[in-house]
């Protein structure tokens, strides 16, 4: 996907996309496994052509979903972005929109270029579960004490080695040190909202966050006892891995 359509000035263009991630195994391309950049390329090869490359700001896992995702898309097609967007609106999957689209700087990328991310977790804290949440929010029928959860999850807030809050495969390697610069819990009625800003992200890593936070409300974890486990460095010793259905990337920063 590296060609473009000879003899144009080539442009960079910054997408910005919501989507349902319900449907889709995450973002990136896989092999017998729908995702939102092949949803996202079918619809611009049918626009452009296929001279183009894009590049993703993260990559969501399956059923996580977006409420801002950025696209960085290099091609040499002289469609004007409003244009573009318009088009792209047309011919995506109904779980997919496209914000903005605008140019961009030639160096611009959109994951290496953003600042920071914030995820947003959202559990609905009731005995009866909402039908309409099924695969948007986590269903925790207990108690939550969202204000002792969110003097807990201060420990997590600073530049810490992470590596407790990852689930470990080839795509982690190197340095596993991350600056989280916000976290809070919050409630809205029976939605409890986990709030995470950081520079950057390990795979799993907010869906471990939450995992902890629970085991805390359950009494398998002192409410002090995170910073203990950031400095294990192993991921025994945190909570178990929250489910995708109540994940959404919902700001990005650049």
Not at 12 to 24: P, Q, R, V, W
Not at 114 to 139: M, Q, T
Not at 153 to 167: L, P, R
Request: positive net charge; hydrophobic residues 35%.
């Amino acid at each position: 996907m590296q060609h473009y359509d000879g003899g144009s000035r080539l442009r960079n263009l910054l997408l910005t996309i919501t989507y349902d991630g319900k449907a889709f195994h995450g973002w990136q391309i896989q092999q017998n496994a729908f995702t939102v950049q092949e949803a996202f390329q079918n619809a611009l090869s049918k626009i452009i052509g296929n001279g183009f490359e894009i590049k993703g700001c993260s990559r969501t896992d399956s059923g996580v979903h977006a409420n801002m995702y950025c696209i960085s898309l290099k091609t040499t097609h002289s469609i004007p972005p409003q244009r573009l967007k318009a088009a792209l609106n047309r011919w995506l999957p109904l779980s997919v929109a496209v914000l903005d689209c605008k140019d961009a700087e030639e160096s611009f990328h959109a994951r290496y270029s953003c600042k920071s991310k914030e995820y947003v977790y959202k559990i609905w804290n009731s005995e009866v579960r909402n039908p309409f949440l099924d695969g948007y929010a986590l269903h925790y029928r207990y108690k939550l004490d969202e204000n002792m959860l969110n003097e807990a999850a201060q420990a997590y807030v600073g530049s810490h080695d992470f590596t407790s809050f990852c689930t470990q495969d080839n795509r982690e390697k190197g340095d596993f040190t991350r600056n989280v610069k916000a976290f809070s819990v919050t409630r809205e009625g029976n939605m409890v909202l986990m709030r995470v800003e950081a520079d950057g992200f390990l795979y799993n890593m907010v869906r471990i966050m939450v995992g902890t936070l629970l085991r805390i409300q359950q009494g398998k974890i002192p409410p002090d006892g995170i910073s203990s486990i950031i400095e294990k460095k192993d991921r025994q010793f945190a909570g178990p891995t929250a489910p995708a259905c109540g994940l959404y990337l919902n700001q990005v920063n650049y």
